[in-house]
């Protein structure tokens, strides 16, 4: 679906440009009943920043045509909510196209060429509050005449609060988020290849203090950070590079308790097509695809093995036929630079056919194939008895734990059983 959530500044104005709507495409499959976790991603509220927008409407097609090809993007649309606003600023993304490093709305307030709010620091979380902002309104970082003033701001904040839970009704800087707490929220710009995190007060930095300086649930935050980076090379922190304050990613967890990332991404604002085909959209794309299959539980399930590799045969099988699934269980994937992030030896594998355990499966053990599950990577193979398995395509998944018990993200394959009769 495709939803209208606001209006942009021009849109509202009187006597300027027309404007545009702020629209979120939202993908699921409707036929499964919820309630499902949610991935937001937003793009383009950085008008120059063009990589963002495409980035996400890359991923869009990519499941929308991999669903019922590719058993993850199938299970994913299933079983979660994406949900893409393409476009926080329409209009500054309008001025942009035309070949102008435009970073802020298009807020007229009389400051001549270099008019517009920073909607990226006009969030109403200790707006202001950090020094990572300007108050000057012709400033590139003008944070506007009051927190939430601009109506793509106000757009962008409402919808956060309709999609997800509010999981921190306490909104300081020093009370934890529970770890059973859904949704992820991921903020597109570009560029440097870093992945960051609130607070915005903190520079780039490791959770090598305590809150307030650094979130309360910092290390959870780094966790994901540090899976996205190994699939990406992105340097993974908590914080800002600089003191950002009003931001996105702080307002999302300041405010509901939901970990926001800003993903800084390529190597310029107007990146070249060939670099971003070549190397920006691919390292976007697998950090998306691990992103969407860990919003249920993003605090907890990061400091799992990733299941890699699962395998089944590609040709049908008949019902009653033995068939062996494989997967390598990994806890080492992560990007840590600091050299901090714990790896456990794979305590555990296991496979749900067809109906995963939210919704009532019942889980297959999978054995270690050298016999004991002591190392931090391991293979864990099955042997499925197909007795009894419904004509058709089924839908393996397959998840590890280590020792510390920490189950981690679902990879999943499909096996297809045709009876002969």
């Given at each position: 679906?495709?939803?209208?959530?606001?209006?942009?500044?021009?849109?509202?104005?009187?006597?300027?440009?027309?404007?545009?709507?702020?629209?979120?495409?939202?993908?699921?499959?409707?036929?499964?009943?919820?309630?499902?976790?949610?991935?937001?991603?937003?793009?383009?509220?950085?008008?120059?920043?063009?990589?963002?927008?495409?980035?996400?409407?890359?991923?869009?097609?990519?499941?929308?045509?991999?669903?019922?090809?590719?058993?993850?993007?199938?299970?994913?649309?299933?079983?979660?909510?994406?949900?893409?606003?393409?476009?926080?600023?329409?209009?500054?993304?309008?001025?942009?196209?035309?070949?102008?490093?435009?970073?802020?709305?298009?807020?007229?307030?009389?400051?001549?060429?270099?008019?517009?709010?920073?909607?990226?620091?006009?969030?109403?979380?200790?707006?202001?509050?950090?020094?990572?902002?300007?108050?000057?309104?012709?400033?590139?970082?003008?944070?506007?005449?009051?927190?939430?003033?601009?109506?793509?701001?106000?757009?962008?904040?409402?919808?956060?609060?309709?999609?997800?839970?509010?999981?921190?009704?306490?909104?300081?800087?020093?009370?934890?988020?529970?770890?059973?707490?859904?949704?992820?929220?991921?903020?597109l710009h570009s560029y440097a290849n870093q992945i960051l995190s609130a607070w915005g007060q903190t520079p780039s930095a490791t959770c090598s203090g305590a809150p307030p300086s650094w979130p309360p649930n910092c290390a959870q935050i780094l966790r994901l950070g540090r899976k996205w980076a190994y699939l990406s090379g992105f340097d993974p922190r908590v914080g800002s590079l600089y003191a950002v304050d009003g931001s996105t990613k702080d307002y999302s967890y300041g405010r509901l308790g939901i970990p926001g990332y800003t993903w800084e991404m390529g190597s310029d604002f107007f990146e070249s097509c060939s670099s971003f085909t070549?190397?920006?959209?691919?390292?976007?794309?697998?950090?998306?695809?691990?992103?969407?299959?860990?919003?249920?539980?993003?605090?907890?399930?990061?400091?799992?093995?990733?299941?890699?590799?699962?395998?089944?045969?590609?040709?049908?099988?008949?019902?009653?036929?033995?068939?062996?699934?494989?997967?390598?269980?990994?806890?080492?994937?992560?990007?840590?630079?600091?050299?901090?992030?714990?790896?456990?030896?794979?305590?555990?594998?296991?496979?749900?056919?067809?109906?995963?355990?939210?919704?009532?499966?019942?889980?297959?053990?999978?054995?270690?194939?050298?016999?004991?599950?002591?190392?931090?990577?391991?293979?864990?193979?099955?042997?499925?008895?197909?007795?009894?398995?419904?004509?058709?395509?089924?839908?393996?998944?397959?998840?590890?734990?280590?020792?510390?018990?920490?189950?981690?993200?679902?990879?999943?394959?499909?096996?297809?059983?045709?009876?002969?009769?």
């Amino acid at each position: 679906a495709l939803a209208d959530i606001g209006d942009s500044w021009d849109k509202l104005t009187a006597g300027g440009q027309p404007g545009y709507d702020l629209l979120a495409l939202q993908l699921t499959n409707s036929a499964v009943a919820g309630p499902k976790p949610v991935l937001l991603v937003s793009a383009a509220i950085h008008a120059r920043e063009y990589t963002t927008a495409e980035a996400a409407l890359r991923f869009a097609e990519w499941l929308v045509g991999a669903y019922g090809l590719d058993a993850d993007a199938t299970w994913v649309l299933d079983h979660h909510e994406i949900h893409l606003v393409l476009h926080a600023n329409p209009d500054g993304s309008k001025i942009a196209e035309g070949g102008d490093l435009w970073r802020k709305n298009r807020h007229n307030d009389s400051c001549g060429a270099s008019f517009g709010v920073d909607l990226n620091r006009n969030f109403n979380f200790y707006w202001g509050a950090w020094g990572g902002s300007s108050g000057a309104s012709c400033d590139e970082t003008y944070r506007g005449t009051a927190a939430g003033s601009e109506p793509e701001t106000q757009a962008v904040a409402a919808y956060m609060a309709t999609v997800f839970t509010d999981w921190r009704p306490v909104d300081d800087l020093v009370t934890p988020v529970p770890d059973n707490a859904s949704g992820i929220y991921v903020d597109l710009h570009s560029y440097a290849n870093q992945i960051l995190s609130a607070w915005g007060q903190t520079p780039s930095a490791t959770c090598s203090g305590a809150p307030p300086s650094w979130p309360p649930n910092c290390a959870q935050i780094l966790r994901l950070g540090r899976k996205w980076a190994y699939l990406s090379g992105f340097d993974p922190r908590v914080g800002s590079l600089y003191a950002v304050d009003g931001s996105t990613k702080d307002y999302s967890y300041g405010r509901l308790g939901i970990p926001g990332y800003t993903w800084e991404m390529g190597s310029d604002f107007f990146e070249s097509c060939s670099s971003f085909t070549s190397a920006v959209l691919p390292d976007t794309l697998a950090m998306l695809k691990y992103a969407m299959r860990v919003p249920r539980t993003p605090y907890q399930t990061p400091a799992g093995p990733d299941a890699v590799n699962v395998a089944a045969p590609a040709l049908p099988v008949a019902p009653g036929d033995p068939v062996g699934i494989t997967a390598t269980l990994d806890d080492t994937r992560y990007l840590d630079p600091d050299g901090v992030e714990p790896s456990q030896p794979i305590a555990a594998a296991e496979l749900y056919l067809d109906t995963p355990p939210w919704a009532g499966g019942t889980p297959i053990a999978m054995n270690a194939v050298d016999g004991t599950f002591n190392s931090t990577v391991e293979a864990a193979t099955v042997t499925l008895d197909t007795t009894g398995y419904a004509s058709g395509r089924h839908l393996l998944y397959v998840r590890g734990r280590d020792s510390a018990n920490n189950w981690g993200a679902f990879s999943a394959v499909f096996l297809t059983v045709i009876d002969p009769a």
